[in-house]
């Protein structure tokens, strides 16, 4: 059964620096792209990276792009985000999903909060 | 970027009924497009993708259909399960574009 887990998610203030993890198992994690995908409250859906397999690929939606960084550990099947100069704008609940511009497998997701 | 415009925002319907959902994108994007189902408190599943092909393990009453810039999502036959939020996404400049539309709730009448 395919599983992703994330973690790390909480109350960050305004500038501050927090950083996902998701962790990956009932599938070769190191053959499929990975992304995250986040939701603010009573929101919509957003993509915000995607990484490939081997991390040779990497992109970000604009609205992040300098200051979230993606990455991928395929020998611990984890997938993270480094997030830095938090803005209240990024309140969300943020989900690792898998896939390469369709999205199959999903996270439960973590909620991120940023305020002072 | 490409805008993904869905309609209704809200379809009030009864089980068993027909559901319609539709998707317009603000420029062709092939036959590029997938749709999520979410529940409340849930992540999004994956139902269609590239327009008309089922994901695994999704009953048939789901179809999708369209191409180019208007799609739709239909439900057959509405079991009590299908009340939830639908949600289209365009990968067509992928990479470096994802995006989704805004979502149509469809609830119980």
């Known amino acids: 059964e395919v599983q992703l887990v994330e973690s790390g998610g909480g109350l960050v203030k305004p500038g501050g620096s927090l950083r996902l993890s998701c962790a990956a198992s009932g599938f070769t994690f190191s053959s499929y792209s990975m992304n995250w995908v986040r939701q603010a409250p009573g929101k919509g859906l957003e993509w915000v990276s995607s990484i490939s397999s081997s991390s040779s690929y990497i992109y970000y939606a604009d609205s992040v792009k300098g200051r979230f960084t993606i990455s991928r550990d395929n020998a611990k099947n984890s997938l993270y985000l480094q997030m830095n100069s938090l803005r209240a704008e990024d309140t969300a609940v943020y989900y690792c999903a898998s896939g390469n511009g369709d999205y199959d497998y999903w996270g439960q997701g973590t909620l991120v909060t940023v305020s002072s | 970027e490409i805008v993904l415009t869905q309609s209704p925002a809200t379809l009030s319907l009864s089980p068993g009924e027909r559901a319609t959902l539709s998707c317009r994108a603000s420029q062709s994007v092939s036959s590029y497009l997938a749709w ?5 408190g849930q992540a999004p599943r994956l139902l269609i993708y590239d327009a008309s092909n089922r994901a695994t393990g999704i009953p048939a009453r789901f179809s999708g259909s369209g191409s180019g810039t208007d ?11 299908d009340f939830a939020v639908y949600y289209c996404q365009q990968r067509s400049n992928w990479p470096p574009e994802i995006t989704f539309g805004q979502g149509t709730r469809l609830e119980i009448k």
């Open chain 2, 36 to 40: 999520y189902q979410q529940k409340p």
């Open chain 2, 71 to 81: 799609f739709t999502l239909t439900i057959s036959s509405l079991e009590p399960e």
